[in-house]
Nanobody
Framework: QVQLVESGGGSVQAGGSLRLSCAVSGNTYRRCLAWFRQAPGKSREGVAAMSGDGGSTVTNPVKGRFTISKDAVKNILFLQMNSLKPDDTGMYYC?????????????????WGQGTQVTVSS
């Protein structure tokens, strides 16, 4: 069992920053962790991922603006979001998959947090 609890969402103006946190508990050995987002009327999309061996990736829409990291002691996954744009608005979810390397396919993830809302105004 894996439990994921997100926090840190909010409303910011374009160009601003937010840092999302995901408190992770349970057995995450050799599991990957990722951030997804979903805007109203759109499908869920991957944003950033951290593999079970500590490597990280971000997707092209957020490259150069978002950074994923993890506090291994406290077992918290972070998503630092800078230079936010209105297109970044959506519900952000933390998720875990039973694989070392994260696919950006939401169907591959078996544990999800409840989400935290991010709203970016122009």
């Amino acid at each position: 069992q894996v439990q994921l609890v997100e926090s840190g969402g909010g409303s910011v103006q374009a160009g601003g920053s937010l840092r999302l946190s995901c408190a992770v508990s349970g057995n995450t050995y050799r599991r990957c962790l990722a951030w997804f987002r979903q805007a109203p009327g759109k499908s869920r999309e991957g944003v950033a991922a951290m593999s079970g061996d500590g490597g990280s990736t971000v997707t092209n829409p957020v490259k150069g603006r978002f950074t994923i990291s993890k506090d291994a002691v406290k077992n918290i996954l972070f998503l630092q979001m800078n230079s936010l744009k209105p297109d970044d608005t959506g519900m952000y979810y933390c998720a875990s998959a039973a694989t070392i390397y994260c696919p950006y396919d939401s169907n591959s993830f078996d544990y999800w947090g409840q989400g935290t809302q991010v709203t970016v105004s122009s």
